[in-house]
C-alpha cells in the first residue's frame, strides 16, 4: 500500500517562527499536495506540485510556501508563523493519470501560540 | 470553478438503520466524484469514486453512492450503519483536466452512531 507519512502529529510553535512541515510518500507518486482542515470549512488546497521543483498555487497560498527537491518530499512552509495559521494540516500524493484518487497522511496539528 | 456541497453538516441514525449522505457539485464536463471517510485523528481514506459507466458504484466497507446528472448529485448511501461508521464523510470533486487534477472537497458531514 502506497503510504504517506507526515512527520510529526502535534506541533506547538510560537507567532513568528519559521515552520516545516514534512511529507514524504513511497509509491513513486507525481503530483503531491498540501490541504488545511479547519472545521466547517472542509479541506482547502494550500499548494500543489505534479513534479520535482514544480509547485502551484492552491485556493489559500497566502503565508505559505512549499518546496520539492525530490520526488518523494513535499516541504510546507510557513515563513513567519501566525495565530491564524493554527490548523489541521493533511498532505496527500497520487498519480497523474486516469484512475487517480489520493492517499492522504495522517495530520499534523499545529498550535501556534 | 469547481465546488461541491455538503447540506447536512451533522447526521445522527441508529446503528442498523439506513443511511443517505447528500453531495451536490457544480462543475462543467463530467466530473470525476470522491467520497472519503475521516475517523477521529486520522487522515482521509477513499470509500468510493466515480468517473464514467455505471452511475451506481461500490466502495469498501459496505458504501454505495449513485451520480445523477440531472441533479448534479453523487450521494453517499448504506442499507445498515455501524458504529464503526461513525466518522466525519468528504465528498470531492476532481478536475479532469490540467497536470495535478486537485481534489476540491465539501465541508463534510459528521455522523453520528447511536446503539
Known amino acids: 500500500d502506497v503510504k504517506v507519512t507526515q512527520s510529526s502529529r502535534y506541533l506547538v510553535k510560537r507567532t513568528g517562527e519559521k515552520v516545516f512541515l514534512e511529507c514524504v510518500q513511497d509509491m513513486d507518486h507525481e503530483n503531491m499536495f498540501w490541504y ?8 482547502r488546497l494550500i499548494y500543489f506540485s505534479y513534479d520535482v521543483k514544480m509547485k502551484e498555487k492552491g485556493d489559500i497560498p497566502e503565508g505559505y510556501s ?4 525530490k520526488k518523494e518530499r513535499f516541504s510546507l512552509i510557513l515563513e513567519s508563523a501566525s495565530t491564524n495559521q493554527t490548523s489541521m494540516y493533511l498532505c496527500a500524493s497520487s498519480f497523474p493519470g486516469r484512475g487517480y484518487g489520493y492517499t492522504f497522511g495522517s495530520g499534523t496539528r499545529l498550535t501556534v501560540v | 470553478a469547481q465546488s461541491v456541497t455538503q447540506p447536512d453538516i451533522h447526521i445522527t441514525v441508529s446503528e442498523g438503520a439506513s443511511l443517505e449522505l447528500r453531495c451536490n457539485y457544480s462543475y462543467g464536463a463530467t466530473p470525476y466524484l470522491f467520497w472519503y471517510v ?8 477513499l470509500l468510493l469514486k466515480y468517473f464514467s459507466g455505471d452511475t451506481l458504484v461500490q466502495g469498501i466497507k459496505g458504501f454505495e453512492a449513485e451520480f445523477k446528472r440531472s441533479q448534479s448529485s453523487f450521494n453517499l448511501r448504506k442499507p445498515s450503519v455501524h458504529w464503526s461508521d461513525a466518522a466525519e464523510y468528504f465528498c470531492a470533486v476532481g478536475s479532469t483536466s490540467g497536470s495535478a487534477r486537485q481534489l476540491t472537497f465539501g465541508s463534510g458531514t459528521q455522523l453520528t452512531v447511536l446503539p
Open chain 1, 66 to 69: 512549499v518546496s520539492r527537491e
Open chain 2, 38 to 45: 475521516q475517523s477521529p485523528g486520522q487522515g482521509l481514506q
Open chain 1, 36 to 43: 488545511r482542515q479547519d472545521p466547517g470549512l472542509g479541506l
